[in-house]
């Protein structure tokens, strides 16, 4: 891009916790963050946010009655949103535009008033206003007291990337200067599990491979992976589903406290054949990347934070892709779906995070059951993948602010 955009800040609440400290010493465990929960009559791995994060969202339903009745996903964006901005330096009231989407939205609060009204036919005054997907981005202006615009969208698991697309395209016109990015979800329900447990790519309970893998260099882990994400020999199926919110800064030109510069972005729509379809080598990855990448040699990109959702054919359709993009110049890939799950609208930002922390620290995270040719020793350009059902990809490329 010609003109700088800076991600000044990016804040989250995820299963590593609600910290970028945190994040980062959680990235360097090779252990995972699931565990099996009870849903109904069925069983099933998850990775739900700590308990400190939980309490975190408890004290904000006490502070003020009206986020009392709010979903956790509204709440997640909320805790995640305060502290990006603080990061930041901005302050309330000032005018900054906010694009926060979802997936599913409020979940579990839609869940349970569809429960109360099978039993009682009637539903609470609150049933449809705290449930509507424009919730987040409502909720998180009004706490912030922004004059900025507002904008929800749901462009399933590829949301957080277009939220960052929309909010760079807003400062290149000229109309904002500032914008809030990202994505929320909290989708830990009997529901939303059965759906993709009835898709057929959830991980299954009973059969976990590999029952005490080992990561690069020999170093045990203590638990198995049960999500297999970026492992092409996988035979059946391990997506897990996490929760949490992750949202961005994003400021026109390179800014003192910038943590990394946007360099390029991409997006591309696979040709609908199934409405989950992807194909075998991701026509849309491939066009989203190249358009990232621009005029950018392939061999200066160091790594890729791919999608990998943990499927069979969606790890590989990708990596195929890159194959295709990249050919004899692979940059090392990695992914953090083997460790806290896909959290749909909110995965896409999570892995800008991923990108950001391996920027600033200059380390590469491996996926602990991998084998890797090569490290990079220094890391100035990552690219962060993201794709929703239907094919709708992004591809945004990171350069370390001073590289």
Known sequence: MKEPISITAISSISPLGNTLEEAWQGYQSSDHLFSLAKFGENEAWVAPVPIASKLEVDQLKRSDFKYKNL?????????????????????????????????????????????????????????????????????????????????????????????????VAWIKSGMADKFLVGGSEAPLTAFTIAQMQALKIYADPKRIRSPQATSKGGQASSLPYPCRALDLTKEQNSMILGEGASVACLERGIGKNALALIEGLGYATEPLEHNISISTDAQCFQRSMK????????????????????????????????????????PALTTNKWKIGHTFGASGMLGVELAILMLQHQKFV??????????????????????????????????????
């Not at 039993?119 to 005054?125: E, F, G, H, L």
């Not at 200066?300 to 969606?314: K, L, N, R, S, Y």
């Open 71 to 167: 979903d956790d996903s509204v709440r997640y964006a909320l805790c995640s949103s305060r502290r990006a901005v603080a990061m930041a330096g901005w302050r309330s009231g000032d005018h900054f535009g906010i694009n926060l989407g979802s997936s599913r939205g409020a979940t579990a609060l839609f869940e349970r008033y569809h429960e109360e009204f099978l039993q009682r036919k009637s539903t609470p005054v609150l049933s449809s206003p705290t449930t509507t997907l424009g919730n987040i981005s409502s909720w998180v202006a009004h706490d912030l007291q922004t004059s900025g615009p507002e904008i929800s969208h749901s462009i399933t698991c590829s949301t957080a990337l277009h939220a960052l697309l929309n909010g």
């Open 291 to 330: 358009m990232a990448m621009g005029e950018i040699d392939p061999e200066e990109v160091d790594a890729i934070v791919m999608h990998a959702p943990g499927t069979i054919q969606g790890d590989r359709s990708e990596y195929q892709a890159v194959e295709a993009v990249f050919g004899s110049q692979m």
């Open 366 to 403: 491996q996926v602990p059951f991998l084998d890797y040719d090569f490290i990079p020793s220094k890391i100035d350009r990552v690219m962060v993948n993201a794709v929703g059902f239907g094919g709708n990809a992004v591809s945004v490329l990171l350069k370390f602010p001073n590289g």
